[in-house]
């Protein structure tokens, strides 16, 4: 190879890095996901914004399935969990909660 086709490929790679790096730091992908998010959760189904969303949230919730498949189940048992702890103690009485923590 040449001195040129050299150089080409180290810019190549200078710019490959210094692109990822900009795109970890910048993380578009999560700040696109959490305007999906928050469309999905606040927004009027009537709204062009909620059905712009629907498809980003998607394709998280199928990337999160196909790329970590324990870690979302483990998530999902955890926050169900979680749910049923903050239910079962809202639902004890004040007196008979000293009775139920020991």
């Given at each position: ?16 890095w ?70 079962r ?14």
């Amino acid at each position: 190879m040449s001195a040129g086709t050299w150089a080409r490929v180290a810019l190549a790679l200078a710019c490959v890095w210094a692109g990822g790096y900009a795109t970890g730091r910048g993380r578009p992908v999560r700040a696109l996901t959490t305007w999906a998010d928050w469309q999905v959760a606040y927004t009027s189904r009537r709204s062009p914004w909620f059905w712009l969303a629907v498809p980003i949230v998607a394709a998280a919730i199928a990337g999160l399935i196909v790329f970590r498949p324990r870690r979302s189940l483990r998530n999902w048992r955890a926050a169900r969990d979680r749910d049923r702890r903050r239910a079962r103690t809202a639902q004890i009485p004040i007196r008979l909660r000293s009775l139920h923590d020991q």
